[in-house]
């Protein structure tokens, strides 16, 4: 096979973790004689300081023109004044929009060999295997009118959260597919007691469970799922949510395997063109120091494999790979315990390539 893939490495932490993930890919591409074409731009904070937009036209192309799209991470704290009229994290929603990847696929797995790294008690957190679908380019973030303004001497802003049936529908039944090939259960989760947009999400969200007869379904409002994640999580199987909710609830999980480091994360559409990512973001405070986790990312290429390039034998190979490293008893900073040597981000990705 031969592929393009853009690399969007971005701040902080971003260039040392990609770099581990092409690492991944450049061995994959020569064990099974693929060709992998990697094409270097520039998104978020470090575009915006080098040309006054966090998603230059020619960064936008390349994107749209390559067969995946491969994120590092944007933003951090010099970037990061309330009043700018430029900020990261505008490149990251424009970039979403204009691929049309409006499902956010988020696995939340727990490595037998990282149960005790977890907040939570081993026997909880126990063959966890959650995936969050969240609707990506709709919603509150999206959602107009939008802004800020003085009412009455005083400073407001507003925002909407908007949904249509249309946008609801499509997601929805990304859930439902991945739940036919798991455990079959989905989990929609949204505030229909409090919000009309919630409302018709759940109205449609039984429209489409209705075509799924073979999968069992259930609504959970966000602030009980929000419990529900801490003192049951291995009750879940796919669970689908709206923009802001999915956002916040995946952070939630993704404490439950140890880490953030640890969670990749898909963007799709209609089409094979996806963008990937890990979900940690730019981690400013370690960035530089060659301590960050580039396992997430390093997954996130897996993900990027199996959808938007069809390598499911490749896929399975990273994944396999990063748990042998894991059950070896190797850990970045991020997961290694009182007592335990950490390896540096260079060196667990040179790990995962051995294992390879």
Same mark, same amino acid.
């Given at each position: ?45 470090? @575009? ?24 590092? !991470? ?37 490595? @037998? !060999? ?47 959260? /908007? ?35 919630? /409302? ?126 894991? !059950?070896?008893?190797?850990?970045? !900073? ?7 040597? @950490? ?14």
């Amino acid at each position: 096979m031969e592929a393009k893939i853009t690399l969007l490495p971005g701040d902080g932490i971003g260039p040392e973790v990609v770099n581990e993930a092409v690492k991944v890919l450049t061995a994959v591409a020569a064990q099974h004689t693929h060709t992998f074409t990697f094409t270097e731009k520039m998104a978020g904070g470090i @575009a915006i300081d080098e040309t006054g937009d966090p998603l230059p036209e020619d960064t936008l192309g390349a994107c749209l023109e390559s067969d995946a799209v491969l994120l590092g !991470a944007v933003g951090g704290p010099k970037w990061s004044d309330p009043k700018a009229a430029v900020r990261p994290e505008q490149g990251l929603l424009k970039l979403r929009k204009s691929l049309g990847v409006f499902a956010n696929i988020r696995p939340v797995k727990v490595f @037998a !060999a990282l149960a005790d790294a977890s907040p939570l008690r081993p026997e909880r957190v126990q063959n966890v295997d959650i995936v969050f679908v969240r609707e990506l380019t709709g919603g509150i973030y999206f959602g107009q009118p939008q802004g800020r303004e003085m009412v009455d001497g005083l400073r407001s802003g507003h925002d909407t959260m /908007r949904y249509n049936e249309m946008e609801i529908k499509r997601v929805v039944n990304v859930a439902f597919k991945l739940a036919q090939g798991r455990r079959g259960k989905v989990t929609s989760v949204d505030k229909a007691n409090v919000l009309a947009s919630s /409302r018709v999400w759940r109205e449609v969200a039984h429209e489409v469970a209705a075509e799924y007869p073979d999968i069992e379904y259930e609504d959970v409002l966000v602030d009980a799922m929000a419990m529900y994640l801490v003192n049951r999580p291995g009750d879940f199987d796919v669970v689908v949510t709206g923009n802001m909710f999915g956002d916040i609830l995946s952070d939630e999980a993704s404490m439950i395997s140890g880490s953030l480091g640890m969670l990749p994360s898909a963007a799709l559409g209609e089409g094979m063109l996806g963008l990937y990512e890990p979900i940690h973001g730019s981690a400013p405070d370690i960035a530089g120091k060659g301590i960050a986790n580039p396992l997430a990312t390093i997954l996130s290429t897996a993900m990027l494999l199996r959808s938007s390039l069809g390598l499911e034998e490749e896929a399975s190979k990273v994944e396999t790979a990063v748990s042998q490293v894991l !059950a070896a008893g190797y850990r970045t !900073a991020d997961l290694a315990r009182g007592g335990e040597t @950490a390896v540096n981000t260079q060196e667990m990705g040179d790990l995962v390539v051995k294992a390879l």
